[in-house]
């Protein structure tokens, strides 16, 4: 292995790979696994939480889901004060857009605005590339509903179903087998949970080790980007028989 | 004395603009077309500054173009003429363009739609609208004759007797003018109206002196 081409970022390896791209993807394998399921009547986003502890307050902040805009919302894996700044500067983007023509942006173009940012990072500055993969979640006019991944490399792609962080392989192969292109959003719940289950470490799911959020459009006509709360997710859980429920102590 | 009108009707809209270029007293030309095609379902119908004119709507044009390039889908009417605003806006900090804008278009969801833009940049979205001192004759016309889904033959009847009113109201109206119209099918010239024609045509040979 060409250990001299490490360190710098902005350089080929003999082999043509960038080292600091692929490490900083090593960086996000070892984060929590997030899942997004794209289905006819909206798009769902189930992660996997790293910091439990009874101590967090669960009301007011999130590890996981983020909103961008009112029509957008973003999964995170890797390193959460890189996810911040890119977060941030995705919102500003989207603002910026608003400001000019009036209108949302369009999501693809959101997701390509950013990874231009991402890839920036990759070519010229000597500065590290973000340690943080994302699946974005929203709607629009033109394309309806949407999921794209990106990761540090600023590639992105448009998915039915996808997932990042830990294990998101074994996650994306159960994906491929369970996914079917008529899902409805109920179904893609149950099935984000359900792959979740299985591909996380530990032994149980609960509600704290848990977030999830949906993108859908209210009777209205209007996005609506929803997190679930601790309560109906528990519901959820044992609804779809992925967790048991809690027993009575004599 | 440049006059550029406008109106909005059943699933179509209509841009009407004079043809004259002048500088000081002289015509220099009498068929300058005035209204530029923004992209296929897009117009602009522009008058102001010689130079700012044709320099602003093709910079807005190239612009509107790039966009669909990158994005693989053109920009809504009314994103191009927030777009348009935008531009106008920056630009006034320093010293403004001196150009008037009316921007006709048809988007499939939305239909026709027609946008007041002025050169300090304001922006309405109107039914009707005109720049220029023809505005107190063409905007009174409408006024009176204008209703919501006119018919193409409907408004270009309102559009001939706004021109008509023009012509013989107005001190230094000018001779010619051209329409276009865009609807579901895109933007396209629609006719002109010549009432001095540049000739091209070698004059008569001067009759043989008698003998």
Not at chain 1, 23 to 43: F, H, P, Q, R
Not at chain 1, 47 to 64: A, I
Not at chain 1, 98 to 127: I, N, R, W
Not at chain 1, 164 to 183: E, T
Request: charged residues 20%; glycine residues 8%.
């Amino acid at each position: 292995m060409s250990r001299r081409y490490d360190s710098r970022t902005t350089i080929f390896s003999p082999e043509g790979r960038l080292y600091q791209v692929e490490y900083a993807m090593e960086a996000i394998g070892n984060a929590g696994t997030a899942i997004g399921i794209l289905s006819k009547d909206g798009v769902v986003l189930v992660g996997e939480k790293k910091v439990t502890s009874k101590l967090l307050q669960t009301s007011t902040s999130t590890e996981k889901m983020y909103k961008i805009d009112d029509h957008v919302a973003c999964a995170v894996a890797g390193i959460m004060s890189d996810a911040n700044i890119l977060i941030n500067t995705a919102r500003v983007q989207a603002q910026r857009y608003t400001y000019a023509y009036q209108e949302p942006m369009p999501v693809e173009q959101l997701v390509q605005s950013l990874c231009d940012t991402k890839q920036g990072y990759t070519q010229f500055g000597g500065l590290r590339p973000f340690g943080v993969s994302f699946l974005f979640a929203g709607w629009d006019k033109n394309y309806g509903f949407q999921l794209y991944m990106s990761d540090p490399s600023g590639n992105y792609g448009g998915w039915k179903a996808a997932a990042i962080g830990a294990n998101n392989q074994a996650a994306q192969s159960i994906l491929k087998q369970d996914y079917k292109d008529d899902i409805t959003r109920e179904e893609a719940v149950q099935l984000s949970l359900k792959v979740l289950s299985k591909t996380m470490d530990s032994t149980s799911l609960t509600s704290d080790k848990l977030e999830l959020a949906e993108v859908f459009l209210s009777p209205s006509g209007k996005v609506k980007y929803q997190v679930c709360s601790p309560e109906t997710l528990t519901n959820l859980l044992v609804k779809h028989g992925v967790t048991q429920p809690a027993t009575d102590t004599a | 004395m440049e006059c550029v009108f406008g109106l909005v009707g059943n699933g179509f809209a209509v841009v009407v603009a004079d043809t004259s270029a002048v500088h000081s007293i002289l015509v220099h030309k009498s068929n300058e077309d005035k209204i530029m095609v923004l992209d296929s379902h897009k117009l602009i119908a522009a008058s102001g500054e010689a130079g700012d004119r044709v320099q602003f709507t093709e910079y807005i044009q190239k612009n509107v173009a790039l966009y669909q390039f990158r994005n693989g889908i053109p920009l809504t009417t009314a994103a191009a003429a927030n777009f348009t605003r935008g531009e106008l806006a920056t630009a006034l900090r320093k010293s403004p363009y001196f150009v008037n804008i009316l921007l006709a278009g048809y988007d499939k969801e939305t239909g026709p739609s027609l946008y007041y833009i002025d050169y300090i940049a304001s922006l309405h979205k109107v039914e009707k609208g005109a720049f220029g001192y023809g505005s107190y004759f063409s905007l009174s016309m409408m006024d009176r004759y204008f209703h919501s889904g006119m018919s193409v033959e409907e408004a270009i009847d309102l559009v001939d007797k706004c021109i008509l009113e023009i012509r013989s109201r107005l001190v230094v109206a000018p001779p010619n003018f051209v329409i276009k119209i865009v609807d579901k099918d895109g933007a396209r010239e629609y006719a002109w109206r010549e009432s001095v024609k540049d000739t091209t045509d070698a004059p008569a040979p001067a009759p043989a002196p008698p003998a």
